[in-house]
């Protein structure tokens, strides 16, 4: 690679694939028929794969390539291949070659390598046959596995029925061949590989051994819990050790400490090693092609004030070349990372845009129902449960149903396309699916009926998955027969679906972004230096929210000097126009066109846009425990690091300091984990032991969940002496004050120490409770005003925590910082900027698409009574004179289709297209059926 940003010139190696693309169909002939047979590295070499084959079963594009195995390529032995394609698609001759592009900018989405544990002897992992990796266990339990998600042991084909997981496989390990970080990931994917391996086997007997539960991501405490709670489910706070396979059943043997019966040896059918996260590979030879730095594990060397950033300019990183990291970071990052391309890269944007263009509509309105059913596997979702073949034969009974078929992933693209073929093929002129929910993937599915030239409100989908295979997982039977019933409502439906049209509405350029912390003024310069309008509104006098107490970082960032760059940029750039002690009193309007009314000390302004970003924070719990706000001695860390940086003596020329973790939160009012608040406090640790090396300073922790690189600090901490004593909930540590044996005044604190299990006293000058973060005072406010959910934990509620993490359910409204849930700094500042790059997706369209299925009104019906005025909460409804009357009349702009207007109606009069009193009772006709 050669160049500078915006001028990159980058060159390829396309490797061949020795079958032609265009001509491949995906029949997989040619794999049939090849006669090489080796292990098939997808499945972790658990089964046999062919010299030519498909990757994998969703791979894009799905066309087959051949492989170094192949006898040809070795020994030019063997053309089978090439004789049995119809598509005459294989060439053999392909050769290697070489691709030059010029590029604005890099994004590096490397990816990670999960850790070998063959580096290390004492696992055992390819020496005992009923050792496996984690994600040699990821296959087994897939529908696409070695096995068609059959959970087997490679020693005898059984079913495992008392499986061990060990955890930090290769993470938080100052070994050789080990990693000193925690790889972020592993606590909660054991979690739910023990989750689905209970639906496989309701008897089975599962145990995790850990060090400490890292369930730090936003709802993973109930999951944790959830896990908790199955039966015949243990989790052990255990060091182990393999120790031996007894030879005659290939059973393993797991050796582990428990506080009171020492050491035990226990014997378990199959031990599943959850193995950590590891630098993609060749990453070194990477870093020096692309020019760019590492840091000391060997991700990418990034800047804390924005993540997305690498050492050269016009480069940028996403997803876990950043470092350890879970799947909604990753998404975010992503998105991040196009938004700072976009910054750099702005005006070239629509260049090279195409439109696209669908086939014509073909009019069937006049025609007979003719309906084509698509079943769908969902991988092992479904099809464990359900008997998707069976619920196809019964789909080609039903009236009108002139197709079916199963597919494995109906969402996949060759699948997807195998639809629009078939409903083009077979003179189809309605499309059920009968898959998962409409939430996600309708808007695929309705895409896929239209590229088949009919209206794309002549699909329906039949939700057999949340409404049957995941809720009736032990009732296998009666599941197939519920799915059947659901694909019979569904037919009968699509029997009455009728075209519609939908709108085009004009977008307003600006953004509104409520909020003045680091996520809202992240987000804001990042959207203004894409050249569109920002309305910064912030509740308090100053920006800058709850970042204005902060000082530093683990890593060492200076806040405050980040904070001051962020406000003078804001101030200064003429888009973005600030409103402080500022409050929203309305919210109106739809995706792309609001009108949001601003009462500030200019007075009330009408702002109109096209977006709004939430960016509200969070606030931080005040302690009821602990004597806080009885003895000015208790503190909250955001406290404690006030007296620091102002060096008061009470606290930096302190004797002796404890911490006490999980205030106010991992209980039954917060059962939530608050994630940043063992990171501050190794933070305030380091920085009071770097002051004051002779402090005693004392942890009291349930679970420490450095995650990530900040393990590295946390074992700082340790080596420099800061204690570590672990307590349980129910045997929470007490304060009360007292005098040390010297008479000095102090705080008692008295905590059981498990490990020696004894109770212990500490005499403690200061003490430090890591206080919980909850949601800002305005949530349910915000929420209401813009119309969007909130979570059981009343943060703001996503619309999907892996697929849309940065937006709402309500279109045209997205989420950023700590208003999501709690994070660190340079995690805010990342989902500042992918929310930023989710809003130019919508600011850089002239127009939006509104749904046809909305509400209209049979004005010889209505006598204008106005429930549906004060039912509709979009402000869809109002009410025009006709020959005197009062009649309602729908803004089609406006409606959302929720119907609520329809069903308050007292005469009927309010009909919601798509979902028609006929379409509806049609169902309940065919569920009575």
Not at 679 to 704: C, H, Q, T
Request: a negative charge.
């Amino acid at each position: 690679m050669e160049g500078e940003a915006g001028d990159f010139k980058v060159t390829l190696t396309k490797k061949p694939r020795y079958i032609i693309e265009e001509k491949c169909t995906g029949c997989t002939t040619c794999v049939e028929y090849c006669p090489v047979q080796y292990p098939d590295q997808f499945n972790q070499d658990i089964s046999q794969n062919k010299a030519v084959h498909i990757y994998f079963a969703q791979a894009i594009p799905l066309v087959a390539y051949i492989d170094e195995s192949c006898l040809y390529l070795k020994e030019k032995k063997c053309l089978i291949c090439e004789s049995v394609c119809q598509a005459d698609a294989i060439d053999l001759n392909q050769t290697a070659e070489k691709v030059e592009i010029n590029v604005g900018a890099v994004i590096l989405s490397l990816g990670i390598e999960p850790f070998d544990p063959r580096v290390r002897e004492e696992y055992r992992y390819g020496e005992f046959e009923n050792v496996v990796t984690s994600m040699d266990y990821e296959r087994l339990l897939c529908a696409t596995g070695p096995y068609e998600g059959e959970i087997l042991r490679a020693s005898d084909k059984k079913h495992p029925h008392k499986i061990a997981w060990i955890q930090c496989v290769g993470s938080r390990q100052v070994i050789p061949g080990g990693n000193s970080y925690c790889s972020a990931v592993c606590c909660t994917y054991a979690q739910k590989q023990v989750i689905l391996t209970k639906d496989h086997d309701a008897d089975a007997e599962c145990t995790i051994f850990h060090n400490d539960i890292r369930s730090y991501g936003k709802d993973f405490e109930r999951y944790f819990q959830r896990t908790e709670e199955l039966p015949g489910m243990r989790f052990i706070r255990s060091y182990t050790s393999i120790a031996r396979e007894n030879p005659e059943t290939k059973n393993v043997a797991v050796r582990y400490s428990t506080p009171d019966d020492g050491v035990k040896e226990e014997e378990f059918d199959m031990v599943v090693l959850s193995v950590g996260l590891n630098p993609p590979a060749d990453y070194e030879k990477l870093a020096e092609i692309f020019g760019i730095e590492l840091e000391s594990h060997g991700f990418c060397k990034i800047n804390s004030s924005n993540p997305m950033e690498t050492t050269r300019p016009g480069i940028f990183v996403s997803g876990t070349f950043q470092g350890p990291t879970d799947i909604p970071e990753s998404v975010f990052t992503a998105s991040a990372a196009g938004a700072q391309c976009g910054e750099l890269l702005d005006y070239r944007r629509g260049n090279l845009t195409k439109e696209r263009i669908y086939p014509p509509e073909r009019d069937v309105s006049q025609e007979e129902p003719r309906i084509g059913v698509f079943v769908c596997h969902c991988g092992a979702n479904i099809g464990r449960i359900v008997d998707v073949p069976s619920a196809v034969e019964y789909a080609l009974t039903l009236p009108n149903v002139v197709y079916a078929q199963e597919q494995l992933f109906s969402c996949a693209t060759n699948s997807a396309q195998e639809i629009t073929d078939m409903t083009k093929e077979k003179g189809l002129n309605r499309v059920v699916v009968a898959a998962c929910s409409p939430r996600t993937l309708e808007p695929l599915f309705r895409d896929t009926v239209r590229e088949a030239g009919i209206n794309q409100y002549y699909y329906d989908m039949a939700n057999i998955r949340e409404h049957n295979s995941w809720v009736h997982s032990k009732e296998k039977e009666d599941a197939t027969q519920k799915a059947k019933d659901i694909i019979r409502m569904s037919v009968a439906r699509a029997s009455l679906l009728e075209p519609l049209q939908e709108y085009d509405l004009p977008v307003n350029k600006a953004a509104l972004v409520v909020g003045g912390g680091i996520a809202g003024m992240t987000c804001a310069l990042s959207i203004v230096s894409q050249g569109h309008e920002v309305y910064l509104v912030e509740k308090d006098a100053d920006l800058g929210g709850t970042a204005r107490r902060i000082h530093y970082t683990l890593d060492g960032m200076d806040v405050q000097a980040h904070l001051h760059d962020l406000i003078e940029k804001v101030y200064q750039h003429p888009l973005v126009h600030v409103y402080t002690d500022a409050k929203i009193t309305d919210a109106a309007g739809y995706v792309g066109n609001f009108v949001t009314k601003v009462e500030s000390e200019r007075g009330i302004t009408e702002i109109e846009h096209g977006a709004a970003v939430i960016a509200i924070g969070a606030d931080v719990y005040e302690p009821t425990e602990y004597l806080y706000g009885e003895d000015d001695r208790v503190l909250t860390h955001l406290e404690l690091e006030d007296h620091i940086v102002r060096e008061e003596e009470k606290v930096v020329k302190a004797e002796s300091l404890v911490m006490i973790q999980c205030v106010g939160c991992r209980n039954e009012e917060r059962n939530y984990c608050s994630r940043i608040c063992c990171g501050v406090s190794i933070k305030n640790a380091l920085k009071l032991k770097e002051i004051n090396p002779d402090m005693d300073i004392y942890i009291l922790f349930r679970d420490m969940r450095t995650y990530g690189f900040s393990e590295d600090y946390y074992r700082e901490a340790a080596d420099k002496g800061v204690r570590f004593i672990r307590y349980e909930p129910e045997d929470e540590p007490q304060v009360e004050p007292g005098e040390s044996e010297e008479g000095r005044p102090v705080l008692k604190v008295t905590a059981t120490d498990y490990i020696l299990g004894q109770k212990l006293e500490i005499d403690a000058d200061i003490i430090a409770l890591a206080a919980a973060v909850i949601p800002s005072a305005g949530t349910k406010e915000v929420a209401g005003l813009f119309k969007v959910t909130l979570s059981p934990d009343e943060f703001f509620k996503e619309a999907h925590a892996k697929l849309k993490p940065v937006e709402f359910a309500a279109d045209g409204v997205y989420l950023c910082g700590m208003a999501q849930y709690p994070k660190q700094i340079p995690e805010t500042i990342s989902q500042a900027y992918g929310a930023a790059g989710r809003v130019l997706t919508l600011l850089s369209h002239d127009t939006v698409v509104a749904s046809g299925s909305i509400c209209e009104v049979d004005e010889k019906k209505c006598m204008g009574c106005g429930a549906c005025l004060s039912a509709c909460t979009y402000g869809a409804i109002e009410f025009r004179e006709v020959k005197k009357d009062k009649k309602a009349v729908v803004n089609p702009v406006l409606c959302k289709g929720d119907g609520l207007c329809n069903v308050k109606c007292p005469t009927g009069a309010i009909s919601l297209k798509h979902f028609t009193d006929e379409e509806i009772l049609s169902q309940i006709d065919a569920a009575a059926a």
